[in-house]
């Protein structure tokens, strides 16, 4: 029973996410964050602002004056809006189904709004994202799951899938008592929030799931959820609790699956933080955390489709080793979920005096449930460089040796580049 269920799994990983969306650092920084990720629905609004005034690029955005009235417009009324659209090429040295190319687009539409107390510590924000993702110039499958098809057990690409244009994310978050408890509820990607840490933005760093969220982790996506932290001292501890509903949508409504079904997914973190009280929004500390080292446990209940009840626990650790160089070590361990155990690691340096651009170096190793499945090792490099602020170009490779769902391959290359525009 236990192997029908990790099989069924494998095809549910097309679902698991990769990384998580945030606001920007502290204006006091002399750049963004090493990682700052781009996955919620405020993501996109000020990133590519903060790196206009604090970072050199061999050209200027046409979109300049675009950008400076976007900020006097927020500075006068409280509201953000932004976007971005990116296209991601992967070409996969073996595929099970014959596809050994596959091409995906993203649109992404942000939208945030101070409901009270706008400019204030305790400001109630209410944010949306609008998106779309698909498959173009004639692939047949997009990135996500074209990677699987080539044989991978851990996605190579995991949030380039497919779904027409709609509300993804609508939720209202606020931090209170001088940014000791914060809290969202609405429609939110779970990813934002479990296991978080700063290389999880596939949009911007690793493309493989390997590097994100951990893949023992069996999150639910875009669905109903309620989450929040509480950071009892200044000394860094902190404390965090979600649940969502199990039912994810991605451009639907799940608030009837929330309060009227059992199928629920819980997370409890405990850890230490560099970033305690920073007044950051929620989803935003993990992902611009320099310095975080927690314990994720987590719990999925059975579904009504047969899919059993499953459960686990992981662990972050990430750490800058230098002024331009960030480490992590990562991994955790499940039960009744397609992959069993995995551990991984790695490293991100900014290049001197580039500090957009971000090289990215990651080892890791996934065993799946199944015990007819071989163990998976991975390795990827990427190198993302920004022509201008809000232009980036990534080159990435990945090396997925003794792939687990394609035998007859020994390595299974994956080379990648992406291309993406904000605006």
């Known amino acids: 029973m236990r192997h029908r269920s990790a099989c069924a799994a494998l095809l549910m990983l097309a679902c698991a996410p990769a990384f998580g969306e945030v606001q920007p650092a502290d204006d006091d920084a002399p750049y963004p964050p090493l990682m700052q990720g781009t996955l919620s629905a405020e993501g996109d609004l000020e990133a590519s602002d903060a790196e206009a005034t604090r970072s050199p690029f061999p050209r200027d955005s046409v979109l300049e004056p675009w950008f400076a009235w976007k900020q006097q417009l927020q500075a006068r009324t409280g509201f953000s809006f932004g976007g971005s ?10 595929s099970l189904v ?3 190319d596959a091409t995906g687009a993203k649109f992404t539409l942000n939208l945030s709004y101070d409901l009270f107390r706008a400019g204030t510590p305790e400001a109630l924000t209410f944010a949306m994202a609008i998106e779309d993702r698909r498959p173009i110039f004639g692939s047949d499958l997009p990135p996500l799951f074209a990677g699987f098809a080539a044989g991978s057990i851990v996605p190579t690409a995991a949030t380039w899938g497919e779904f027409d244009l709609g509300v993804t994310q609508a939720y209202i978050r606020q931090n209170l008592f001088g940014n000791k408890f914060q809290y969202t509820i609405g429609k939110i990607f779970a990813p934002n929030f479990v296991n978080a840490y700063p290389f999880f933005d596939d949009n911007r760093q ?5 590097f994100s969220t951990s893949p023992t982790i069996q999150s639910p996506l875009r ?6 932290a509480y950071y009892p001292t200044d000394s860094g ?18 608030i009837d699956d929330f309060f009227n079904t059992s199928e629920h997914f819980y997370h409890f973190d405990i850890g230490w933080t560099q970033r305690s009280r920073a007044g950051l929004p929620i989803e935003a500390r993990g992902p611009t955390d320099p310095d975080n080292f927690h314990i994720t446990s987590w719990y999925r209940d059975a579904q009504e489709d047969g899919t ?3 459960y686990g626990i992981a662990f972050n650790a990430n750490w800058m080793v230098a002024a331009q160089t960030m480490v992590f070590f990562r991994g955790g361990v499940s ?5 069993e155990k995995s551990l991984s690691a790695g490293v991100g ?3 001197g005096g580039s500090p957009a651009n971000l090289v990215g170096i990651g080892a890791g190793w996934t065993e799946p449930a199944a015990s007819f499945l071989r163990s998976q090792y991975t390795i990827e490099v990427f190198y993302r460089f920004h022509v201008t602020r809000n232009f980036a170009i990534t080159p990435d490779v990945l090396a997925i040796l003794d792939p687990s769902t394609n035998p007859n391959e020994s390595v299974l290359w994956v080379a990648s580049l992406r291309g993406r525009v904000t605006f």
């Open 85 to 94: 659209y990116g296209v991601l090429y992967q070409n996969y040295s073996d």
């Open 98 to 100: 014959g596809q050994h």
């Open 206 to 210: 690793f493309l493989s799931q390997q």
């Open 223 to 228: 669905g109903f959820g309620m989450v929040a």
């Open 237 to 254: 501890l902190y404390l965090q609790a979600g649940m969502y509903t199990a039912r994810s949508d991605d451009t639907g409504s799940t």
């Open 308 to 310: 059993p009840r499953s």
């Open 335 to 339: 039960e009744d979920w397609a992959a």
């Open 349 to 351: 340096w900014r290049p």
